[in-house]
């Protein structure tokens, strides 16, 4: 994926996180939405600049407040995307700080 590509991307799934409040109580194929876009991200997730992995770490940090909201509501969508998308997220965090 281009960089413009996974820039736009990151923008999106921070605007996302950013409203995700809303999307819980309101919009559940917008949080799969959200979900989707981070499955993208941690896919690329080797491709992304030191720049965008902390931005991406920042907007992580924000989203993991509304996690266990998310796993009481929608629990199916936690266990077959999110929990999966931690694992995938700690083993390329892992691979970050061993070869940085």
Do not use: C
Request: net charge positive.
């Amino acid at each position: 994926m281009k960089t413009t590509n996974m820039q736009n991307l990151l923008e999106q799934y921070r605007i996302d996180v950013k409203y995700i409040k809303d999307f819980i109580d309101n919009d559940p194929v917008e949080i799969q939405e959200v979900f989707y876009k981070r499955d993208k991200l941690l896919k690329n997730f080797n491709n992304l600049t030191l720049k965008e992995i902390k931005e991406f770490l920042i907007v992580e940090k924000e989203l993991s407040k509304y996690m266990k909201e998310i796993k009481k509501k929608y629990p199916f969508l936690y266990e077959k995307f999110v929990e999966p998308q931690n694992e995938n997220l700690k083993t390329k965090l892992i691979d970050v700080f061993v070869t940085s």
